[in-house]
C-alpha cells in the first residue's frame, strides 16, 4: 500500500537530516521512525504492566517497608 506524505518544511528539512545521518533514503529513514516509535510503545506498554502487577502483588511488603 502506498502513502502520500505530506510535510511542513522543517519536517522535509529534519527528514532529510536523518535520512542523511543514517545513509538511508527518505522513506526508508521514515519506515524506520514509524518502526521505532511502534517499537517503543510496545515496550513501554509492556513495562507498565510488568510493574502495575508488581505493585498490585507486592503491595503489603512495599507497604510495611515504607514504615
Do not use: C, F, N, W
Not at 7 to 23: I, R
Not at 30 to 44: D, G, L, S, Y
Request: neutral net charge; aromatic residues 2%.
Amino acid at each position: 500500500m502506498a502513502i502520500t506524505l505530506r510535510l511542513e518544511p522543517e519536517d522535509e528539512k529534519a527528514l532529510a537530516l536523518l535520512a542523511e545521518a543514517e545513509g538511508v533514503s527518505k522513506q526508508e529513514a521514515t519506515v524506520r521512525a514509524i518502526r521505532e516509535a511502534a517499537a517503543r510503545h510496545v515496550r513501554e506498554d509492556k513495562v507498565r504492566r510488568l510493574s502495575a502487577a508488581a505493585r498490585d502483588r507486592y503491595a503489603d511488603l512495599l507497604d510495611r517497608l515504607g514504615q
